[in-house]
């Protein structure tokens, strides 16, 4: 996709955004927009950046840090923050707990704790979400919501770490329903959330304030039930790239 284009997507979802929240009765600050660029080349993450995104979603590991090098290199003002949005597999935490400032799929106690032991003292803590399985569906990663509450408590006993909120993918919604409906699973997660916060001690309470829920087709509803973060891809970079560019060339710096 030209970069124009993804330029011009990436402030149009921004307004989309905005103007949901008025229509929530929210603030537009109190919704966070993370461009999800997995597998688009640098080249489109370049291009979302310098319309003004600087929050970036990856899932693939050990790819992805040749593309944080590549914008880190090109950019020595480089604000973007990145979040790891994808399963996570044991044998490939450490590139994240090194890389990443975000985790969106914590879903056991292991991959925490690895995440925990292999950040490097240099770096600030990585902020974690706990990605829970609503649906419970079999293809989709995350914990059940009983598992949630003591498994959130755990985590935020790692002192490497910040428990940072909750992370769902539901099933798809149909736009058909009535809206009590289509909100149902968004609203399901915002009390756990509540839940969790009422339980968790005072110092790891004041930093639990994330609702990582809400993609392309349903972030209107997740930000009308709560969400504070939404993951939205294809909206602004177009169909997955699965061949990608992690090189920029001087006029591509914007």
């Known amino acids: 996709m030209p970069t124009q284009k993804i330029a011009q997507n990436y402030l149009r979802v921004a307004q989309n955004v905005a103007a949901a929240c008025v229509a929530a009765q929210r603030s537009s600050e109190s919704v966070l927009l993370l461009a999800v660029?997995?597998?688009?080349?640098?080249?489109?993450?370049?291009?979302?950046?310098?319309?003004?995104?600087?929050?970036?979603?990856?899932?693939?590991?050990q790819e992805d840090t040749?593309?944080?090098?590549?914008?880190?290199?090109?950019?020595?003002?480089?604000?973007?923050?990145?979040?790891?949005?994808?399963?996570?597999?044991?044998?490939?935490?450490?590139?994240?707990?090194e890389y990443f400032d975000w985790v969106h799929?914590?879903?056991?106690?292991?991959?925490?704790?690895?995440?925990?032991?292999?950040?490097?003292?240099?770096?600030?803590?990585?902020?974690i979400c706990l990605q829970v399985n609503m649906d419970d569906e079999a293809s989709k990663s995350g914990c059940s919501p009983e598992e949630a509450p003591a498994l959130a408590l755990a985590i935020a006993a790692l002192p490497n770490l910040h428990l940072r909120g909750l992370m769902a993918i539901p099933k798809a919604i149909d736009h058909a329903a009535p809206h009590a409906e289509q909100c149902a699973p968004f609203v399901a997660l915002s009390q756990l959330f509540s839940q969790i916060q009422s339980q968790l001690p005072t110092a790891q309470a004041a930093h639990f304030d994330t609702l990582s829920?809400?993609?392309?087709?349903?972030?209107?509803?997740?930000?009308?039930?709560?969400?504070?973060?939404?993951?939205?891809?294809?909206?602004?970079?177009?169909?997955r790239a699965y061949a990608a560019q992690t090189s920029i060339t001087p006029d591509q710096q914007g």
């Open 37 to 61: 660029s997995k597998t688009h080349p640098m080249t489109s993450v370049l291009a979302a950046y310098n319309a003004g995104a600087r929050h970036f979603g990856e899932n693939y590991a």
């Open 66 to 97: 040749a593309k944080i090098e590549a914008l880190d290199e090109h950019l020595p003002e480089n604000q973007a923050v990145w979040h790891f949005i994808g399963p996570l597999q044991s044998n490939k935490s450490r590139a994240v707990a």
């Open 105 to 127: 799929s914590v879903d056991r106690l292991k991959i925490a704790q690895r995440l925990n032991e292999q950040r490097p003292v240099s770096r600030a803590p990585l902020n």
């Open 213 to 239: 829920m809400g993609m392309s087709d349903d972030y209107q509803q997740a930000i009308s039930s709560g969400s504070t973060m939404v993951r939205i891809g294809t909206a602004i970079f177009g169909a």
